[in-house]
């Protein structure tokens, strides 16, 4: 349990005390007592992420995609994704990339680029996204966690991109990074080299 000075500012909030209620190696349970910006009393549950949460979405050459598929115990739903997974802090969001793509489906990718950074649901957490794109893909092993039971299909980029604009697929990473691409690929005219050296010019 750690008390916090009384009333540091967080922006327009203040922050009386905190104190952690959970910890595992994953995540961080806070309750913070506050002055809100309202200038009332209040409490605020933070969920804090001890990784950066990557995902990546890899192309071929005939313009496929793969997606992950498994059971989210959470939600107690199953659930279409690209490649995700946690990057420690501290370490390379894209070597993660490249290990999660590898593990989950097998895929080796020669050329990375990062598509966007978001956070994941930034009313009661401080996680971070990263999202990539993976390119000149060739196919070995995957070596999915023993906790892991995932089936990977391989679709038509455009087909993942309708699933996501369907409600086909809900994880909010995946959404955002087939969304992110659907557009870049719309102010390219759908030029996939024009699209790739836009994204290695930032």
Excluded at 101 to 130: F, I, P, W
Aim: a negative charge; glycine letters at 6%.
């Amino acid at each position: 349990m750690t008390e916090m000075p009384a009333a540091k500012a967080v922006g327009p909030w203040r922050l009386h005390r905190c104190d952690t209620v959970y910890e595992n190696p994953w995540l961080r349970l806070e309750h913070h007592e506050v002055t809100t910006p309202g200038n009332t009393a209040g409490i605020y549950g933070k969920v804090c992420f001890k990784n950066i949460a990557v995902g990546v979405v890899p192309i071929d050459d005939e313009g496929h995609t793969w997606l992950v598929g498994q059971y989210r115990y959470p939600l107690e739903a199953y659930s279409w994704e690209i490649p995700e997974g946690g990057c420690p802090q501290g370490s390379s969001a894209a070597e993660t990339a490249r290990r999660e793509l590898a593990e989950e489906t097998g895929l080796r990718c020669a050329q990375l680029y990062k598509l966007m950074q978001l956070h994941t649901s930034n009313s009661c957490t401080d996680e971070v996204a990263e999202l990539f794109l993976a390119t000149e893909l060739h196919l070995g092993e995957s070596a999915p966690e023993p906790c892991e039971e995932l089936l990977v299909k391989r679709l038509p980029l455009a087909e993942a991109i309708a699933m996501a604009m369907s409600g086909q697929i809900t994880d909010a990473m995946s959404v955002a990074a087939l969304l992110k691409l659907h557009a870049l690929l719309a102010a390219n005219q759908g030029d996939m080299a024009a699209l790739l050296a836009a994204l290695a010019a930032q």
